[in-house]
């Protein structure tokens, strides 16, 4: 097997694992999935907390029907509300309520605990963290910035 096959298969195998430790967390404790807590994460980073659903499947990597699909449950629970563009009825924008705005804060305290027990020292450094972040943006992978804004 080659080096590269190796690295991409063990790569998935880790995100499945991660996947795994973030879902069982959010969903335990918030009752939503590692990808609901990504939509709502991503929909907290843009201007009034808002985007159009084909910007927001690009962002995500995702069909716009996927995107779809990941916020009707959302809606329904009053995470996310779908508001109409006033100069143009055919573009719709998901946003975070007020109550969105309030469950994702608590969600992403879940999410920094849970990314603490994964990098935990000393199997894991500071160093080794920003190390692999810089990897997996090589590899096309977007994160957080400090300050909490997408970052490339």
Do not use: C, N
């Not at 716009?64 to 779908?82: D, H, Q």
């Not at 109409?84 to 920094?112: I, K, Q, S, W």
Request: charged share 25%; aromatic share 4%; hydrophobic share 45%.
């Amino acid at each position: 097997m080659s080096t590269g096959l190796d690295a991409a298969l063990r790569l998935m195998r880790a995100q499945a694992a991660l996947v795994k430790r973030f879902d069982a967390r959010l969903s335990g404790l918030h009752g939503v999935s590692l990808a609901d807590f990504t939509l709502l994460l991503r929909l907290s980073q843009a201007p009034g907390d808002r985007m159009r659903r084909v910007d927001l499947a690009e962002a995500l990597g995702l069909t716009a029907s996927g995107v779809t699909r990941g916020l009707v449950p959302l809606e329904r629970i009053g995470l996310v509300r779908r508001d109409a563009d006033a100069r143009d009825a055919r573009v719709a924008y998901a946003a975070l309520t007020d109550t969105g705005r309030e469950r994702l804060a608590e969600m992403r305290a879940t999410a920094d605990h849970v990314a603490h027990d994964v990098f935990a020292g000393p199997a894991w450094t500071e160093d080794d963290t920003g190390r692999l972040a810089d990897l997996l943006t090589r590899l096309g992978g977007t994160g957080l910035a400090p300050g909490g804004a997408a970052r490339p």
